[in-house]
């Protein structure tokens, strides 16, 4: 079982940034590619980006590529989301996600995460 808690997340206006952290409780998450996904009032969830097992690949939806970064960090069980250059259709709920994958796999659909964070609100105003 992984428990994995968020953090991060809140209120900013167009164009400022935010980070959002991702930290499993409890284990490691060796073996595990990790993601995050978005959900926005009344729209489906939507995949944002995912990083392997290994930290060195990386895959990001069209949307966000070049103003969003995820990254881990292994020895913290860890995994963060840097957003840059909000805008505000990047208003959602923000889920981390842990899926099983070997080292070099990136994950992009929720049905391949096993255990998802508790989500956490981000709000782009103008």
């Known amino acids: 079982q992984v428990q994995l808690v968020q953090s991060g997340g809140g209120s900013v206006q167009a164009g400022g940034s935010l980070r959002l952290s991702c930290a499993a409780a409890?284990?490691?998450?060796?073996?595990?590619?990790m993601g995050w996904f978005r959900q926005a009032p009344g729209k489906d969830r939507e995949f944002v980006a995912a990083?392997?097992?290994?930290?060195?690949?990386?895959e990001y939806t069209d949307s966000v590529r070049g103003r969003f970064t995820i990254s881990r960090d292994n020895a913290e069980n860890t995994v963060f989301l840097r957003m840059n250059s909000l805008k505000l259709e990047d208003t959602a709920v923000y889920y981390c996600?842990?899926?099983?994958?070997?080292?070099?796999?990136?994950?992009?659909?929720?049905?391949?995460?096993?255990?998802w964070g508790q989500g956490t609100q981000v709000t782009v105003s103008s």
């Open positions: 996600a842990a899926g099983p994958a070997s080292p070099y796999v990136t994950l992009v659909t929720a049905r391949q995460y096993n255990y």
């Open positions: 409890g284990r490691t998450l060796d073996n595990y590619a």
């Open positions: 990083v392997s097992w290994s930290g060195d690949r990386t």
